[in-house]
Every structure is written in structure tokens, then in C-alpha cells.
């Protein structure tokens, strides 16, 4: 089978830097036809400039990196360097990228792709905010009926939330973007902290990530060393979730992955729960289903295909 074709977008996050060396790692599985980046975890100058030493570092220098939207559709900006670190990919020493950004806006180049490619043939991985996903669907409504699918980490339900009691960070930052995304028709898939906080990388995990003796495997094993200090701290885990990289996963490997087609809506009116992603898990309400909300992982087989796919890089 064809490798799916994908725009990965993202705002790196030292997840969202293992998430793109899954998917650079994964030819057969997976076509990255470009990245686009946008505001998030860190401002966009910085999410833009990690996005290049992430590919940089996988030796994957013909990847184009686009620069998308600096501030949420309606709302000022939330960054996450209490997680993150100040750079958004604190832990390994990592030179500064080389290969430019490319010139066209990543909203354009979202549009353009889906509109140049066969209908149903190209999928968006938002590993961050989705302010870039909405904005192209709002220039460009035709493009809805275009895209394959949408596979996205954000939200939560049985885990409520991590930035506030209610909300996952990413559906947080912009919900009246994520309000667009889930009411555009296009197949979603959803990837929230109920299943990411079932994908923890344990010493052993991260042990065998530093065992792979690259530099690939080194800064992978620092990123989570930085990056699980505030997990631990939060909710006394055992080490660091992988969100973003679940996404990769379920492309390459979706057997490792079970949730439930359920309609999701975003709270965007609430003070109290702005951002939640109010899923209808029970199916108590006669709402649509519009997305398939992830609930459960396989960690060890997940953890095997990232140490296997990493391994190559």
C-alpha cells in the first residue's frame, strides 16, 4: 500500500519533535509533504525554529518547514514553558537550524496541497493548537470535502484537564478554532489525554531510546528527561506521556489503538470550562457522532514501534 500522505502541524514541543522523527522515520508508512507550524507550546518564531532542528536532526533536510498563524483565531496567546522549557525543546544541546523556512504561510500551503491533491488523499496531523487547521478551512471551505481525514492530539474527557480542571492545553489555546475543526465534517480522529496518559516513558523506555547510541537517540532520551519532570511532579507517574507521537503511531500502527465514535464539542462560551471537549462517551444525547475519540493503547507495542522506527534515524 501507498504511504499516506500527510501535513504534519505542530508547535514543537519535545513531543512534537518525536512525533515528527516517527513519522521522518516511517518512508513506507507515512509521506510528510511538508510541515507547517503554529503558535503554541512556545511562540511561533521559536515552534518554527524547532520544527527545522527537528528535521535537521533526523538528516531530513528536503522537508519544507512553513511558518502558520502567530496568535489564536479570537483569544491572546498561552504558552506552555513550564512544560516545555523557555526554547519549547529544552534537554538536548541542539544547534541552531540551517535549512530556511519556506516563504508561502503554512494556512496557504494547507490550502494549495489539498486543493493540488486527488479528494481524500491527503491527511492533517495537528499536534498543537488548531489555528492553522481553522483558518484554512475558513478561506477555503471546499477544501473540507478534500481531506482524508484529521488525526489530532487535543482534549480530554475521563482525564479532564491539564492546563485547566477542564481543558487539554492544545484545545485550550485556541477552542474557537478547535469549535471549526470539529464542526467541518471532515473525519476526525482524536488522540486526548485519556490514551497519551497511558503512553508513559518509563526508565526502561527511555533507557532504551539512549541505548540506541545516535544522536537521534540521545536527544529523544534527553528531551523526555527534561520533559518528565512535570508530569511527575503533577501527577506522581512514573515518567513523561507521549501525546504527539501517538498520533504518528496510530497512522503507522492503528491496531494499537481503540476509542469510540462519539459526537465531541468545544466549550467556548464557559469562563468555568472554557476549552473542554465535552465527548458523549455514553451516547446520552442525540448529537451526530463527528469523531472517533481515543481511549485505550497498547504502551509496549507502542514503545516498541517508536525504539524500532527511532532506531533507523
Not at 544522536?215 to 501527577?235: I, L, N, S
Request: charged fraction near 20%.
Amino acid at each position: 500500500m501507498a504511504p499516506r500522505k500527510i501535513i504534519i502541524d505542530t508547535d514543537p514541543g519535545q513531543d512534537d519533535a518525536v512525533a515528527i522523527l516517527l513519522a521522518l522515520a516511517s518512508p513506507e508508512d507515512i509521506e510528510v509533504l511538508g510541515i507547517t507550524c503554529v503558535a503554541g507550546n512556545v511562540p511561533l518564531e521559536l515552534t518554527a525554529r524547532n520544527a527545522r532542528i527537528v528535521c535537521e536532526l533526523a538528516g531530513k533536510t528536503d522537508i519544507k518547514v512553513f511558518a502558520g498563524c502567530d496568535a489564536p483565531l479570537e483569544r491572546p496567546l498561552v504558552t506552555a514553558e513550564h512544560v516545555h522549557g523557555k526554547t519549547g525543546l529544552d534537554g538536548p544541546t541542539l544547534p541552531e537550524p540551517r535549512m530556511p523556512l519556506a516563504e508561502e504561510h503554512a494556512v496557504a500551503f494547507i490550502v494549495e496541497t489539498l486543493r493540488d491533491a486527488a479528494p481524500g488523499t491527503v491527511t492533517l496531523c495537528p499536534l498543537g493548537p488548531l489555528t492553522n487547521i481553522a483558518r484554512a478551512l475558513q478561506k477555503a471551505p471546499d477544501i473540507a470535502d478534500r481531506i482524508a481525514g484529521i488525526v489530532l492530539m487535543g482534549g480530554a474527557y475521563f482525564e479532564v484537564g491539564n492546563i485547566t480542571p477542564t481543558a487539554e492545553f492544545n484545545i485550550y489555546v485556541d477552542p474557537e478554532a478547535a469549535a471549526i475543526v470539529f464542526g467541518s465534517g471532515v473525519p476526525i480522529t482524536v488522540m486526548p489525554l485519556d490514551v497519551t496518559h497511558k503512553a508513559l516513558v518509563t526508565k526502561a523506555r527511555n533507557d532504551a531510546f539512549r541505548a540506541l547510541g545516535t544522536p537521534v537517540g540521545a536527544a529523544v532520551a534527553e528531551m523526555t528527561d527534561f520533559f518528565e519532570r512535570f508530569d511527575k511532579e503533577k501527577y506522581g507517574s512514573n515518567g513523561a506521556p507521549l501525546h504527539d507521537p501517538c498520533v504518528t503511531a496510530y497512522l503507522i500502527r492503528p491496531d494499537l489503538f481503540s476509542g469510540r465514535h462519539v459526537n465531541v464539542e468545544i466549550e467556548t462560551g464557559s469562563d468555568l470550562t472554557l476549552g473542554m471537549t465535552v465527548a458523549d462517551w455514553w451516547g446520552v444525547t442525540d448529537r451526530a457522532p463527528n469523531a472517533t475519540f481515543i481511549g485505550e493503547i497498547d504502551a509496549d507495542g507502542f514503545f516498541a514501534l517508536l525504539t524500532e522506527r527511532l532506531a533507523r534515524l
